[in-house]
Protein backbone atom coordinates (compact mmCIF):
# COMPACT_ATOMS: atom_id res chain seq x y z
CA UNK A 1 0.00 0.00 0.00
CA UNK A 2 2.97 2.69 0.57
CA UNK A 3 4.42 2.18 -2.34
CA UNK A 4 1.57 2.19 -4.20
CA UNK A 5 0.89 5.27 -2.60
CA UNK A 6 3.86 6.57 -3.50
CA UNK A 7 4.00 5.83 -6.83
CA UNK A 8 1.25 7.59 -7.25
CA UNK A 9 -1.90 4.95 -7.52
CA UNK A 10 -3.68 5.93 -4.80
CA UNK A 11 -7.02 3.77 -5.90
CA UNK A 12 -4.92 0.92 -5.68
CA UNK A 13 -3.19 1.60 -2.35
CA UNK A 14 -6.46 2.05 -0.96
CA UNK A 15 -7.84 -0.77 -2.08
CA UNK A 16 -4.77 -2.52 -0.58
CA UNK A 17 -4.36 -0.88 2.48
CA UNK A 18 -8.47 -1.82 2.93
CA UNK A 19 -7.00 -5.39 2.59
CA UNK A 20 -4.36 -5.12 5.16
CA UNK A 21 -7.19 -4.09 7.75
CA UNK A 22 -9.71 -6.88 7.23
CA UNK A 23 -7.13 -9.57 7.67
CA UNK A 24 -8.12 -12.01 9.96
CA UNK A 25 -5.80 -13.46 12.06
CA UNK A 26 -5.26 -9.33 12.44
CA UNK A 27 -2.16 -7.83 11.42
CA UNK A 28 0.28 -6.09 14.25
CA UNK A 29 -0.48 -2.47 15.39
CA UNK A 30 2.31 -0.83 13.64
CA UNK A 31 0.86 -2.18 10.06
CA UNK A 32 -2.89 -1.48 10.72
CA UNK A 33 -1.41 1.81 11.65
CA UNK A 34 0.09 2.21 8.37
CA UNK A 35 -2.90 0.85 6.60
CA UNK A 36 -5.06 3.36 7.61
CA UNK A 37 -2.17 6.13 7.16
CA UNK A 38 -2.44 5.04 3.65
CA UNK A 39 -5.87 5.15 3.23
CA UNK A 40 -7.03 8.42 5.11
CA UNK A 41 -3.77 10.23 2.82
CA UNK A 42 -4.68 8.68 -0.45
CA UNK A 43 -8.54 9.01 0.09
CA UNK A 44 -7.36 12.67 0.97
CA UNK A 45 -5.92 13.24 -2.06
CA UNK A 46 -8.91 11.49 -4.30
CA UNK A 47 -10.99 14.27 -3.03
CA UNK A 48 -12.74 11.56 -0.49
CA UNK A 49 -12.98 13.74 2.64
CA UNK A 50 -15.40 11.59 4.30
CA UNK A 51 -13.67 8.63 3.93
CA UNK A 52 -10.22 10.27 4.41
CA UNK A 53 -12.09 11.33 7.97
CA UNK A 54 -13.30 7.79 8.79
CA UNK A 55 -9.50 6.59 8.59
CA UNK A 56 -7.80 8.98 10.23
CA UNK A 57 -10.55 8.67 13.21
CA UNK A 58 -9.48 5.34 13.08
CA UNK A 59 -6.15 6.24 12.79
CA UNK A 60 -6.06 8.21 16.29
CA UNK A 61 -6.97 5.15 18.49
CA UNK A 62 -3.63 3.95 16.91
CA UNK A 63 -1.09 6.65 17.06
CA UNK A 64 2.20 5.96 18.79
CA UNK A 65 2.72 9.22 20.63
CA UNK A 66 1.50 12.46 21.72
CA UNK A 67 3.14 14.35 18.56
CA UNK A 68 1.36 11.74 15.54
CA UNK A 69 -1.93 11.82 17.43
CA UNK A 70 -2.01 15.96 17.24
CA UNK A 71 -0.77 15.24 13.49
CA UNK A 72 -4.09 13.00 12.94
CA UNK A 73 -5.93 15.04 14.50
CA UNK A 74 -5.14 18.00 12.47
CA UNK A 75 -5.62 15.29 9.21
CA UNK A 76 -9.14 15.16 10.73
CA UNK A 77 -9.91 18.81 10.68
CA UNK A 78 -8.87 19.15 7.32
CA UNK A 79 -10.75 16.04 6.23
CA UNK A 80 -13.67 17.62 7.66
CA UNK A 81 -13.04 21.14 6.25
CA UNK A 82 -13.13 20.35 3.05
CA UNK A 83 -16.33 18.54 3.03
CA UNK A 84 -17.19 22.10 4.05
CA UNK A 85 -15.82 23.66 1.62
CA UNK A 86 -17.44 21.14 -0.66
CA UNK A 87 -21.27 21.52 0.67
CA UNK A 88 -20.68 25.03 0.44
CA UNK A 89 -19.68 25.09 -3.14
CA UNK A 90 -22.93 22.87 -4.09
CA UNK A 91 -24.86 26.05 -2.38
CA UNK A 92 -25.78 23.47 1.11
CA UNK A 93 -25.25 26.11 3.59
CA UNK A 94 -26.81 24.43 6.50
CA UNK A 95 -24.00 21.43 5.42
CA UNK A 96 -20.95 23.93 5.17
CA UNK A 97 -21.87 25.41 8.64
CA UNK A 98 -22.70 21.91 10.81
CA UNK A 99 -19.20 21.18 8.63
CA UNK A 100 -17.17 23.81 9.95
CA UNK A 101 -18.89 23.63 13.18
CA UNK A 102 -18.05 19.82 13.87
CA UNK A 103 -14.43 20.57 13.75
CA UNK A 104 -14.72 21.60 17.26
CA UNK A 105 -15.74 18.40 18.44
CA UNK A 106 -14.11 15.79 16.14
CA UNK A 107 -10.47 17.61 16.47
CA UNK A 108 -10.65 19.54 19.71
CA UNK A 109 -6.92 20.50 19.26
CA UNK A 110 -6.35 20.95 15.82
CA UNK A 111 -4.93 24.72 14.55
CA UNK A 112 -8.13 25.25 12.00
CA UNK A 113 -10.66 25.26 14.79
CA UNK A 114 -10.56 29.23 14.88
CA UNK A 115 -10.77 29.40 11.05
CA UNK A 116 -13.50 27.10 10.88
CA UNK A 117 -15.65 29.02 13.64
CA UNK A 118 -15.31 32.30 11.53
CA UNK A 119 -16.09 30.79 8.27
CA UNK A 120 -19.21 29.24 9.63
CA UNK A 121 -19.98 32.76 10.69
CA UNK A 122 -19.20 34.54 7.31
CA UNK A 123 -21.11 32.10 5.36
CA UNK A 124 -24.57 32.31 7.44
CA UNK A 125 -23.35 36.34 7.28
CA UNK A 126 -23.26 36.15 3.76
CA UNK A 127 -26.49 34.67 3.79
CA UNK A 128 -28.08 36.65 5.33
CA UNK A 129 -28.95 34.75 8.64
CA UNK A 130 -28.03 37.63 10.75
CA UNK A 131 -29.00 36.04 14.14
CA UNK A 132 -27.56 32.76 13.84
CA UNK A 133 -23.90 34.89 12.45
CA UNK A 134 -24.58 36.81 15.20
CA UNK A 135 -24.09 33.90 17.60
CA UNK A 136 -20.88 32.18 16.17
CA UNK A 137 -18.96 36.03 15.92
CA UNK A 138 -19.87 36.74 19.81
CA UNK A 139 -18.60 32.64 20.36
CA UNK A 140 -16.03 33.33 18.38
CA UNK A 141 -15.03 36.88 20.26
CA UNK A 142 -15.58 34.65 23.46
CA UNK A 143 -13.25 31.74 22.67
CA UNK A 144 -10.66 33.57 20.66
CA UNK A 145 -10.31 37.01 22.20
CA UNK A 146 -6.70 37.22 20.96
CA UNK A 147 -7.20 35.88 17.37
CA UNK A 148 -5.54 38.28 14.45
CA UNK A 149 -10.07 37.30 13.16
CA UNK A 150 -10.81 39.85 15.89
CA UNK A 151 -10.84 43.09 14.20
CA UNK A 152 -13.05 41.76 11.01
CA UNK A 153 -15.48 39.82 13.75
CA UNK A 154 -16.17 43.10 14.93
CA UNK A 155 -16.88 44.69 11.34
CA UNK A 156 -18.98 41.96 10.59
CA UNK A 157 -20.97 41.59 14.23
CA UNK A 158 -22.05 45.64 13.22
CA UNK A 159 -23.37 44.84 10.20
CA UNK A 160 -25.17 41.57 10.97
CA UNK A 161 -26.47 43.33 14.21
CA UNK A 162 -27.38 46.45 12.31
CA UNK A 163 -29.19 44.25 9.95
CA UNK A 164 -30.99 42.39 12.09
CA UNK A 165 -32.46 45.34 14.05
CA UNK A 166 -30.64 45.31 16.86
CA UNK A 167 -29.52 49.19 16.74
CA UNK A 168 -28.00 49.56 20.05
CA UNK A 169 -25.83 46.41 19.99
CA UNK A 170 -24.28 47.91 16.76
CA UNK A 171 -23.70 50.99 17.51
CA UNK A 172 -21.27 49.56 20.40
CA UNK A 173 -19.36 47.54 17.80
CA UNK A 174 -19.10 50.64 15.72
CA UNK A 175 -17.90 52.05 18.41
CA UNK A 176 -15.37 49.61 19.04
CA UNK A 177 -14.16 50.22 15.55
Known amino acids: AEQLYAGQQPERAVQVASLVVTLQPPVTPELERVAWTVMGHAQFDLAHYAEAESAYVRLRGLAADPAAGREVESRIA ?3 YRQAELAQADGDVDAAVADFLRID ?4 GADIRPSALFDAATLLLTNERWGESVLLLQRFRREYPEHRFNRDVTAKLALALR ?3 R ?3 AAAEYERI
Do not use: L, M, T, V
Not at 105 to 108: I, L
Open 78 to 80: ASI
Open 105 to 108: AAAP
Open 163 to 165: ADQ
Open 167 to 169: NAE
